[in-house]
């Protein structure tokens, strides 16, 4: 990467189980909340941005382009430009990569750049034969012929089809996002101990960051009306969770012989995330002290049956286009789709042979990662993972804690449901 672009700023909603507080609360208005904040926070004129961009994945239909929804809806003025992109669960890190771009290739000096989803709100469908009788029966002119349609009528019409459970179903391997994990589980013998364990220090690292105060620098509040309720921190994280009711949990996604559970994968989730991305020049301009700087970033594709190894392909690439290895991280976010996914990724990174053995380009630029510096504060098996929102939480996460603890190198990293990884590299300087 030539120049490197700066994270001025950013913030997050809260992170809520779907099926709860935010479940009459739409996607865009968290975008927006997030949107809005950032930029009372920063104190940049609105009218100085060039830009904003939204990933997201199961786009609304009362807010097509829903990143230009929440601009508008966030206060931004009419006469900026605003898109919304997505790569499923990276689609919020596309959106920091697609402004990078941007900002790289002269036609922006400032974007905002963020994800939102609300996975509470994806809709139950009808099946084609509910909406062919209806048309049919809108079609009816007289009484005999409405009578003849209505005659036709089957209540297997009226089963929905779950379309959160069609989305988290690959269409090209047909397998769902938990058996693609199960896989790795299998493939690269990750005991279920080993992934109780994992997920309790993801929710124990994320109480205690909820506890410390930690997560109040990138957490704004979100304001309920239905409920008439402010919701300030994450709900997901259980201080109370022991391993011996993780360990009480049946395997789901193969019950027989499976190790990959519930409590051991993340929770489907509701929550927005934005940086404030800017140039060089104008961090210069304002006199600012960014969060950190972003190096690099890559993307990489890989079977979709073991999609969970995706930023294990990214990671390398993105590293390589800096002349960097991953012994010179200090700081590490890998995306905790579930926890034999992340742990197959560091069984990958420890050992080059076999990163060279699944197919992996740059394998020697990798190595083995003291996990003390991998997700910090837990991650997405304890607060959630909102599939448009993640890839950046974590890119913020990353910079407030290189900012914080005084790091220089940082990485974050994601799978990517369909066969993919995305992985992006921060210096603090």
């Given amino acids: 990467m030539s120049t490197p672009v700066a994270i001025v700023d950013g913030l997050r909603t809260p992170f809520v189980k779907a099926g709860g507080e935010f479940s009459f609360v739409s996607a865009q208005e968290l975008g927006r909340v997030a949107t809005a904040e950032l930029l009372a926070q920063s104190q940049i004129d609105p009218n100085h941005v060039d830009e904003v961009i939204f990933g997201n994945v199961a786009q609304p239909m009362d807010a097509t382009n829903i990143g230009r929804v929440v601009a508008l809806q966030a206060g931004l003025p009419m006469n900026i430009s605003a898109h919304t992109v997505s790569r499923n669960c990276a689609s ?193 301009e304002y006199n600012l002290q960014p969060l950190a700087w972003i190096r690099s970033y890559a993307f990489g594709g890989l079977d979709p049956k073991r999609m969970g190894l995706g930023p294990a392909v990214a990671t390398p690439l993105a590293l390589k286009s800096i002349s960097k290895s991953l012994s010179s991280m200090e700081l590490i976010e890998i995306n905790e789709a579930f926890a034999a996914q992340v742990l197959s990724v560091l069984k990958v990174f420890k050992e080059p042979s076999l990163a060279k053995h699944v197919g992996i380009p740059h394998a020697e630029l990798l190595s083995e990662v003291d996990p003390s510096i991998v997700n910090v504060h837990g991650g997405a098996i304890a607060l959630g993972h909102p599939v448009g929102t993640s890839g950046n939480r974590i890119v913020l996460t990353l910079a407030k804690e290189l900012q914080l603890r005084n790091k220089k190198w940082g990485l974050a990293s994601i799978c990517i449901g369909g066969g993919q990884g995305g992985a992006m590299i921060l210096e603090k300087n």
């Fill in 92 to 284: 919020g890190m596309q959106s920091i990569a697609t402004g990078v771009d941007l900002i790289q290739n002269g036609r922006s000096h400032i974007v905002i750049a963020g994800g939102t989803e609300s996975m509470s709100n994806i809709p139950l469908i009808f099946p084609k034969e509910m909406s062919l009788f209806l048309e049919q029966l809108a079609k009816s002119k007289t009484f005999f012929q409405k009578l003849k349609t209505v005659s036709g009528f089957h209540f297997s019409y009226l089963k929905p089809i779950i379309a959160l459970v069609q989305g988290l179903k690959d269409p090209f391997c047909g397998l769902s996002m938990g058996q693609t994990a199960q896989i790795l589980a299998n493939e690269f013998s990750i005991s279920r101990d080993e992934q109780d364990l994992f997920a309790l220090h993801s929710h124990q690292k994320a109480t205690h960051a909820m506890e410390s105060g930690r997560f109040d620098q990138e957490v704004t509040p979100v304001f309920v009306s239905k409920l008439k309720k402010i919701i300030q921190r994450d709900i997901g994280p259980r201080a109370n969770q022991t391993l011996q009711a993780l360990e009480k949990l049946k395997p789901f996604f193969d019950r027989k012989h499976g190790s990959v559970t519930v409590g051991n994968a993340c929770p489907i989730t509701d929550g927005a995330s934005a940086l404030l991305l800017m140039s060089e020049e104008k961090v210069k």
